[in-house]
Nanobody
Framework: QVQLIESGGGLVQTGGSLRLSCAASGRTFSWYTMGWFRQAPGKEREFVARISWGGISTYYADSVKGRFTISRDSAKNTVYLQMNSLRPEDTAVYYC????????????????WGQGTQVIVSS
């Protein structure tokens, strides 16, 4: 059984930084695409970033491009999301997820999800 556990969320001021971590267990996750998504109150879950197996390919939502960086440490079975220049509109619960079948940006294509970690950016 795959488990994904996020950490690193918190309260930060506008312009600040946070690094989220997602620790995976249960299978050799380095062979699969890992993604970060977020969901703000009253809004649908949206794609933030994804990273391919091996960490060779990354892809970002336009709203975070240039500010967020996704990376993975396969030896530690951990994926990271470095978030810089944070804005109030980045406030959301952030989820990591595992895609067993491809390299999608759609939440419905991801097979396993973490419980989420809250990020609040104050203005």
């Amino acid at each position: 059984q795959v488990q994904l556990i996020e950490s690193g969320g918190g309260l930060v001021q506008t312009g600040g930084s946070l690094r989220l971590s997602c620790a995976a267990s249960g299978r050799t996750f380095s062979w699969y695409t890992m993604g970060w998504f977020r969901q703000a109150p009253g809004k649908e879950r949206e794609f933030v970033a994804r990273i391919s197996w091996g960490g060779i390919s990354t892809y970002y939502a336009d709203s975070v491009k240039g500010r967020f960086t996704i990376s993975r440490d396969s030896a530690k079975n951990t994926v990271y999301l470095q978030m810089n220049s944070l804005r109030p509109e980045d406030t959301a619960v952030y989820y990591c997820a595992l895609d067993l079948r491809g390299t999608s940006s759609e939440p419905r294509d991801y097979d396993y999800w973490g419980q989420g970690t809250q990020v609040i950016v104050s203005s």
